[in-house]
Protein backbone atom coordinates (compact mmCIF):
# COMPACT_ATOMS: atom_id res chain seq x y z
CA UNK A 1 0.00 0.00 0.00
CA UNK A 2 1.07 3.66 -0.72
CA UNK A 3 1.75 6.22 1.95
CA UNK A 4 2.67 9.70 1.94
CA UNK A 5 4.60 10.81 5.48
CA UNK A 6 5.35 14.74 5.41
CA UNK A 7 7.77 15.18 8.35
CA UNK A 8 6.76 18.82 9.48
CA UNK A 9 3.62 19.43 10.75
CA UNK A 10 4.22 23.18 10.97
CA UNK A 11 7.55 25.23 9.28
CA UNK A 12 8.05 28.94 10.45
CA UNK A 13 10.04 30.81 8.68
CA UNK A 14 10.78 34.57 8.08
CA UNK A 15 10.82 35.70 4.62
CA UNK A 16 13.76 36.01 1.61
CA UNK A 17 14.79 32.66 3.41
CA UNK A 18 15.17 29.46 2.14
CA UNK A 19 12.81 26.76 2.42
CA UNK A 20 12.69 22.64 2.57
CA UNK A 21 9.11 21.20 2.98
CA UNK A 22 9.74 16.66 3.60
CA UNK A 23 7.99 14.51 2.02
CA UNK A 24 8.05 10.71 1.91
CA UNK A 25 6.67 7.93 0.58
CA UNK A 26 6.64 4.45 0.49
CA UNK A 27 5.28 2.41 -2.62
CA UNK A 28 6.19 -0.84 -4.23
CA UNK A 29 5.60 0.30 -8.07
CA UNK A 30 6.20 2.93 -9.85
CA UNK A 31 5.13 6.53 -8.52
CA UNK A 32 3.70 9.65 -9.46
CA UNK A 33 4.37 12.31 -7.16
CA UNK A 34 2.52 15.66 -6.54
CA UNK A 35 2.85 18.93 -4.20
CA UNK A 36 -0.72 20.51 -3.78
CA UNK A 37 -0.81 24.02 -2.27
CA UNK A 38 -4.47 25.63 0.12
CA UNK A 39 -3.96 29.25 0.36
CA UNK A 40 -5.97 30.28 3.77
CA UNK A 41 -9.73 29.84 3.03
CA UNK A 42 -9.24 28.65 -0.49
CA UNK A 43 -9.40 25.16 -2.39
CA UNK A 44 -6.35 23.13 -3.11
CA UNK A 45 -4.35 23.82 -6.47
CA UNK A 46 -1.06 21.62 -8.19
CA UNK A 47 1.73 23.47 -7.31
CA UNK A 48 4.11 20.82 -9.37
CA UNK A 49 4.25 17.18 -10.51
CA UNK A 50 6.40 14.64 -11.10
CA UNK A 51 5.56 11.97 -14.18
CA UNK A 52 8.69 10.91 -15.32
CA UNK A 53 11.62 12.54 -16.92
CA UNK A 54 14.03 15.11 -15.30
CA UNK A 55 13.90 14.47 -11.78
CA UNK A 56 14.10 18.33 -10.87
CA UNK A 57 10.32 20.08 -11.21
CA UNK A 58 9.66 23.58 -11.33
CA UNK A 59 6.43 24.66 -10.25
CA UNK A 60 3.97 27.77 -10.07
CA UNK A 61 5.43 30.47 -7.36
CA UNK A 62 8.89 29.50 -7.84
CA UNK A 63 8.65 26.10 -5.83
CA UNK A 64 10.49 23.34 -7.03
CA UNK A 65 11.07 19.77 -6.10
CA UNK A 66 13.69 16.57 -6.38
CA UNK A 67 12.41 13.10 -6.79
CA UNK A 68 15.06 10.80 -5.28
CA UNK A 69 14.03 7.39 -5.81
CA UNK A 70 17.14 6.03 -3.47
CA UNK A 71 15.63 7.64 -1.08
CA UNK A 72 11.63 7.89 -1.52
CA UNK A 73 11.88 11.31 -0.92
CA UNK A 74 10.15 14.39 -3.06
CA UNK A 75 11.12 17.56 -1.12
CA UNK A 76 9.84 21.22 -1.81
CA UNK A 77 12.29 23.23 -1.95
CA UNK A 78 11.99 27.46 -2.82
CA UNK A 79 14.92 29.91 -2.66
CA UNK A 80 13.75 33.02 -0.80
CA UNK A 81 9.94 32.99 0.86
CA UNK A 82 7.66 35.41 0.72
CA UNK A 83 4.48 36.41 2.95
CA UNK A 84 2.20 35.26 0.29
CA UNK A 85 3.44 31.87 0.29
CA UNK A 86 2.07 31.54 3.78
CA UNK A 87 -0.33 28.25 3.27
CA UNK A 88 -0.86 24.62 3.53
CA UNK A 89 1.41 22.18 1.49
CA UNK A 90 0.30 18.59 0.96
CA UNK A 91 2.39 16.11 -0.88
CA UNK A 92 0.58 13.40 -2.97
CA UNK A 93 1.52 9.71 -4.52
CA UNK A 94 -0.15 7.85 -7.53
CA UNK A 95 0.93 4.79 -8.60
CA UNK A 96 0.57 3.01 -11.57
CA UNK A 97 -0.69 -0.37 -11.76
CA UNK A 98 0.22 -3.03 -13.76
CA UNK A 99 -2.98 -3.93 -15.06
CA UNK A 100 -3.26 -0.44 -16.75
CA UNK A 101 -5.94 0.68 -13.56
CA UNK A 102 -5.45 4.16 -11.71
CA UNK A 103 -4.27 4.17 -8.57
CA UNK A 104 -5.18 6.26 -5.70
CA UNK A 105 -4.17 9.87 -5.19
CA UNK A 106 -3.03 9.57 -1.40
CA UNK A 107 -2.03 12.88 0.47
CA UNK A 108 0.25 13.65 3.41
CA UNK A 109 -1.06 15.43 6.73
CA UNK A 110 0.36 18.84 5.30
CA UNK A 111 2.90 21.06 6.39
CA UNK A 112 1.47 24.82 7.55
CA UNK A 113 4.48 27.37 5.85
CA UNK A 114 4.20 30.62 8.07
CA UNK A 115 6.25 32.96 6.33
CA UNK A 116 6.94 36.14 8.70
CA UNK A 117 8.35 39.72 8.11
CA UNK B 1 -19.66 26.57 -14.39
CA UNK B 2 -15.95 26.32 -14.95
CA UNK B 3 -14.72 24.76 -11.86
CA UNK B 4 -16.17 21.81 -9.42
CA UNK B 5 -18.90 23.05 -7.43
CA UNK B 6 -19.83 21.36 -4.28
CA UNK B 7 -23.33 21.91 -2.64
CA UNK B 8 -23.66 23.15 0.63
CA UNK B 9 -20.49 25.30 1.74
CA UNK B 10 -21.92 24.64 4.71
CA UNK B 11 -24.06 22.54 6.92
CA UNK B 12 -25.28 21.80 10.35
CA UNK B 13 -27.19 18.81 11.88
CA UNK B 14 -27.68 16.98 14.85
CA UNK B 15 -26.06 13.71 15.74
CA UNK B 16 -28.25 10.98 14.40
CA UNK B 17 -29.46 12.92 11.37
CA UNK B 18 -28.63 11.83 7.49
CA UNK B 19 -26.67 14.28 5.42
CA UNK B 20 -26.20 14.74 1.20
CA UNK B 21 -23.42 16.32 -0.12
CA UNK B 22 -23.32 17.38 -3.71
CA UNK B 23 -20.52 17.39 -6.32
CA UNK B 24 -20.97 18.89 -9.75
CA UNK B 25 -17.50 17.92 -11.61
CA UNK B 26 -15.83 20.22 -14.39
CA UNK B 27 -17.94 19.17 -17.75
CA UNK B 28 -15.99 16.05 -19.31
CA UNK B 29 -13.95 14.96 -16.32
CA UNK B 30 -14.35 11.22 -16.04
CA UNK B 31 -12.76 10.89 -12.57
CA UNK B 32 -14.33 12.03 -9.30
CA UNK B 33 -12.83 11.37 -6.30
CA UNK B 34 -14.04 12.10 -2.72
CA UNK B 35 -11.50 13.54 0.27
CA UNK B 36 -12.40 14.53 4.45
CA UNK B 37 -10.18 16.77 5.30
CA UNK B 38 -9.82 17.06 9.56
CA UNK B 39 -8.17 19.24 11.51
CA UNK B 40 -4.50 17.85 12.25
CA UNK B 41 -5.41 14.39 9.76
CA UNK B 42 -4.98 16.24 6.04
CA UNK B 43 -7.00 14.83 3.36
CA UNK B 44 -8.54 11.58 4.11
CA UNK B 45 -9.49 9.26 0.42
CA UNK B 46 -12.95 8.31 0.51
CA UNK B 47 -14.07 6.67 -2.60
CA UNK B 48 -12.84 7.34 -6.25
CA UNK B 49 -15.62 7.17 -8.83
CA UNK B 50 -14.40 6.39 -13.07
CA UNK B 51 -18.07 6.85 -14.83
CA UNK B 52 -20.33 5.96 -12.46
CA UNK B 53 -18.74 2.92 -11.39
CA UNK B 54 -16.38 2.82 -8.25
CA UNK B 55 -12.89 0.90 -8.15
CA UNK B 56 -12.01 2.06 -4.93
CA UNK B 57 -14.48 2.28 -2.35
CA UNK B 58 -11.86 1.73 0.30
CA UNK B 59 -11.80 4.47 2.36
CA UNK B 60 -15.62 4.58 3.26
CA UNK B 61 -14.63 4.93 7.05
CA UNK B 62 -18.24 3.25 7.70
CA UNK B 63 -21.07 1.76 6.35
CA UNK B 64 -22.90 5.10 7.43
CA UNK B 65 -20.93 6.49 4.51
CA UNK B 66 -22.35 5.42 0.29
CA UNK B 67 -22.09 7.44 -2.29
CA UNK B 68 -23.34 7.51 -5.90
CA UNK B 69 -22.49 9.06 -9.16
CA UNK B 70 -25.06 9.56 -11.52
CA UNK B 71 -24.55 9.97 -15.91
CA UNK B 72 -20.96 10.31 -15.24
CA UNK B 73 -21.71 13.47 -13.68
CA UNK B 74 -23.46 14.76 -10.36
CA UNK B 75 -21.90 12.62 -7.69
CA UNK B 76 -23.75 12.91 -3.95
CA UNK B 77 -21.81 11.49 -0.63
CA UNK B 78 -24.31 10.52 1.79
CA UNK B 79 -23.47 10.14 5.66
CA UNK B 80 -26.44 8.44 7.27
CA UNK B 81 -27.17 8.48 11.50
CA UNK B 82 -24.05 11.27 11.25
CA UNK B 83 -21.73 11.34 14.47
CA UNK B 84 -19.77 14.45 15.99
CA UNK B 85 -16.43 12.31 14.67
CA UNK B 86 -18.03 13.17 10.69
CA UNK B 87 -17.43 16.87 11.67
CA UNK B 88 -14.89 17.97 8.92
CA UNK B 89 -14.67 19.39 5.34
CA UNK B 90 -15.40 17.00 2.69
CA UNK B 91 -13.92 17.70 -0.51
CA UNK B 92 -15.02 16.59 -4.05
CA UNK B 93 -12.24 16.85 -7.20
CA UNK B 94 -12.55 15.91 -10.80
CA UNK B 95 -9.77 14.75 -13.64
CA UNK B 96 -9.62 13.88 -16.87
CA UNK B 97 -9.82 10.23 -17.51
CA UNK B 98 -6.02 9.28 -15.66
CA UNK B 99 -4.31 11.25 -13.41
CA UNK B 100 -1.10 9.64 -13.76
CA UNK B 101 -1.86 11.04 -17.39
CA UNK B 102 -2.84 14.50 -16.35
CA UNK B 103 -1.18 14.78 -13.22
CA UNK B 104 -3.82 16.79 -12.04
CA UNK B 105 -7.48 17.26 -9.59
CA UNK B 106 -9.26 19.67 -10.17
CA UNK B 107 -10.84 20.67 -6.17
CA UNK B 108 -14.35 22.41 -5.15
CA UNK B 109 -13.82 24.69 -1.86
CA UNK B 110 -15.75 21.93 0.41
CA UNK B 111 -18.83 21.60 2.16
CA UNK B 112 -18.34 21.92 5.59
CA UNK B 113 -19.86 19.31 7.82
CA UNK B 114 -20.64 20.34 11.62
CA UNK B 115 -22.23 17.35 13.83
CA UNK B 116 -23.62 19.29 16.89
Known amino acids: AQSVTQLDSQVPVFEEAPVELRCNYS??????LFWYVQYPNQGLQLLLKYLSGSTLVKGINGFEAEFNKSQTSFHLRKPSVHISDTAEYFCAVTSFNYGGSQGNLIFGKGTKLSVKP | GAGVSQSPSNKVTEKGKDVELRCDPISGHTALYWYRQSLGQGLEFLIY????????KSGLPSDRFSAERTGGSVSTLTIQRTQQEDSAVYLC??????????????FGEGSRLTVL
Open chain 2, 93 to 106: ASSLARVINTGELF
Open chain 1, 27 to 32: SSVSVY
Open chain 2, 49 to 56: FQGNSAPD
